[in-house]
């Protein structure tokens, strides 16, 4: 049984270039949440997806967008990339299906942006 | 809204030495409590997690939580620690009820497993 997978697993961009990072869930799965890690902090909420709609948001900007697909694997983009752009980015996966629930966590993306 | 502050950036113990992380939450309803470990350039991996029910929770690798509610807490415990023990940990809180499950985390406590 797959896990969480993600690509690519690391990315070099420069301001003002735009990025797609892409996020495949765990099997059976449905929703699907990204997250942004700047180094040496916690993860961030960006948001989350869920019937190929985004459910929740967190306190990011509209450069930051997301698609969720009918197979449920889903795509952060971020236009107009800044520096403080740089960091790991976490896809997550859960299921709607039973209750308060654990979201499984992908090995991340590392953009730099120069 | 609800938030997450982890005592203690780093922590340093010797191997077989308790391990105890901090984290005390803030939540206008009692939230769902998870504990995740980060290793070296890879994603997190759940320990453990309390939701409902028995307020001390065990979970993987030797570690255990006890919820208390009057404190606000969710302090992490091992009772002997290992070399492979040396890792990022993070507290995170989500809410119960709502519309989808985002987690808040908090900073993160670096352990460093001493010899």
């Known amino acids: 049984d797959a896990g969480v997978t993600q690509s690519p697993t690391h990315l070099i961009k420069t301001r003002g270039q735009q990025v797609t990072l892409r996020c495949s869930p765990k099997?059976?799965?449905?929703?699907v949440s990204w997250y942004q890690q700047a180094l040496g902090q916690g993860p961030q909420f960006i948001f989350q997806?869920?019937?190929?709609?985004?459910?929740q948001r967190g306190n990011f900007p509209d450069r930051f967008s997301g698609h969720q697909f009918p197979n449920y694997s889903s795509e952060l983009n971020v236009n107009a990339l800044l520096l403080g752009d740089s960091a790991l980015y976490l896809c997550?996966?859960?299921?709607?299906?039973?209750?308060?629930?654990?979201?499984?966590f992908g090995p991340g993306t590392r953009l730099t942006v120069l | 809204a609800q938030s997450v502050t982890q005592l203690g950036s780093h922590v340093s113990v010797s191997e077989g030495a308790l391990v105890l992380l901090r984290c005390n939450y803030s939540?206008?309803?009692?939230?769902?409590l998870f504990w995740y470990v980060q290793y070296p350039n890879q994603g997190l991996q759940l320990l453990l997690k309390?939701?409902?029910?028995?307020?001390l929770v065990k979970g993987i690798n030797g570690f255990e939580a006890e919820f208390k509610k009057s404190e606000t807490s969710f302090h992490l415990t091992k009772p002997s620690a290992h070399m492979s023990d040396a890792a990022e940990y993070f507290c995170?809180?989500?809410?119960?009820?709502?519309?989808?499950?985002?987690?808040?985390f908090g900073g993160g406590t670096r352990v460093l497993v001493k010899p």
């Open positions: 997550a996966s859960s299921t709607e299906s039973s209750g308060p629930d654990t979201q499984y």
């Open positions: 099997s059976g799965h449905d929703t």
């Open positions: 997806y869920y019937e190929e709609e985004e459910r």
């Open positions: 939540s206008s309803v009692p939230p769902y």
């Open positions: 309390y939701t409902t029910g028995a307020t």
């Open positions: 995170a809180v989500s809410l119960p009820q709502a519309a989808g499950n985002k987690l808040t």
